[in-house]
């Protein structure tokens, strides 16, 4: 792929990373290509930001960083490299010594790119749009009260699923499956896959458990209750106030995340290391 112009979006919260980012930068140029730096410091300022115009994006930081990049990637089609500069990074499975080598496999041929589902959200009252958002590893409807249970309806392609009772539900990505969801129980799926997780938290019933379902599927949450208020948190970074009798649909987004792929990088290994599945590496 020919690359002509780089934008970097940094989270400057991150230690280092301006110095890193200035280093990226100083190597891009010498390469002769065209490069933007853009601040990620505050995580509201990403509803600001318009998609660039670049052949490339950069997430420098952590994995709030990259779902920051996604929500302002959308509808771009631009691929993203993400470096890690967090205490974590399972999305951000590039460190910043590897970055060279990484851009420099995606600029020849030698790696290609992950497409990655995203999920739309719309939640309507009185059959009117309220609030709409993307996200890219998942929605969670919980009490508006942390110490109170909430009471919803789940609906899947219209059918009821279930009448839930416990601390809420969590709508998560193949992305999203290693995230929040994993946490509360969930299964872990390949990044790459077509599904999505229906994942109830800590319901007041020991038969509930996560179900995966088409990525073609219509999920539709409701409050039960009059007296009960939720809150809608999407990607960990933004929460808006549900009330009785909104509906919360979720539906497979059209549009996509692209993300470069590290080929020292895969899917297992990242498990395993990063998660220690199955007790983690031993050599045997």
Known sequence: MKIESVVIFVNTS????ESVASDMQRWLCSKGKKVTCINLSSTERDNLIEPPVADLAISLGGDGTVLSCARIL??????????????FGYITDTTADEFRTVFEDFEN?????QKRLMLDVDVLRNEKSVYKTTVLNEITVSSADRAKLVRLDLHINGILAAKLRGDGIIIATPTGSTAYSLAAGGPVLDSTLEGIIVNPVCPFAMSVRPVVVSSAS???????EVSEKALL???GHSEFKVMWNDAVRVTRSPDYSFFVENRNRQFIAVLRDKLGWAGGFTGA
Request: glycine residues 12%; aromatic residues 0%.
């Open 233 to 235: 948190s999407a990607d």
């Open 109 to 113: 041929g030698k790696t290609g790119l």
């Open 74 to 87: 959308k509808n771009s089609g631009i691929p993203l490299l993400a470096v890690h500069l967090g205490s």
């Open 14 to 17: 991150k230690t280092k990373s």
């Open 218 to 224: 219509v999920i539709e949450i409701k409050v039960s």
